[in-house]
Nanobody, 128 residues
C-alpha cells in the first residue's frame, strides 16, 4: 500500500525555520520525483518545490527560492523541506506528493494531476 506521511509542521515566528519530512512506504522514492505543495485557507493548492529521483535535481516556486531547500534521503525513503526565513504568507497546510516520472518537469513541475499519491498534510503557521 502506497503511503506518504508528512510531519514537522507547527507554529513558528516570522523569520524562523521548520523542517518538514515526507516519509514514504509501499514504494521506493529513488524511482519517483517528489513534490511539496501547500494550500492556504480560501486559496488553491500551489506547488512549492519538486525533487527528481536519484540524481536529486530540484525546482522551486519563485515565492520560496532562496529560503526553502528540498532534499531526499533514499536510504530512509524520506524527502525533506527545510524552510528558513519564514513569512506569514507561508502559512498553509503542506502536502507531499509523488509522480510516476523520474524527473520534475522543468517548465511545468506543479501540475496537480500529474501526481498520483498524496499525503494528508502538515500544518505550518507563521505568526508572532
Amino acid at each position: 500500500q502506497v503511503q506518504l506521511v508528512e510531519s514537522g509542521g507547527g507554529l513558528v515566528q516570522p523569520g524562523g525555520s521548520l523542517r518538514l519530512s515526507c516519509a514514504a512506504s509501499g514504494f521506493t522514492l529513488d524511482r519517483r520525483a517528489i513534490g511539496w505543495f501547500r494550500q492556504a485557507p480560501g486559496k488553491e493548492r500551489e506547488g512549492v518545490s519538486c525533487i527528481s529521483s536519484s540524481e536529486g535535481s530540484a525546482v522551486y516556486a519563485d515565492s520560496v527560492k532562496g529560503r526553502f531547500t528540498i532534499s531526499r534521503d533514499n536510504a530512509k525513503n524520506t524527502v525533506y523541506l527545510q524552510m528558513n526565513s519564514l513569512k506569514p504568507e507561508d502559512t498553509a497546510l503542506y502536502y507531499c506528493a509523488t509522480t510516476p516520472s523520474y524527473y520534475c518537469s522543468i517548465y511545468t513541475p506543479f501540475i496537480l494531476r500529474t501526481y498520483d499519491y498524496w499525503g494528508q498534510g502538515t500544518q505550518v503557521t507563521v505568526s508572532s
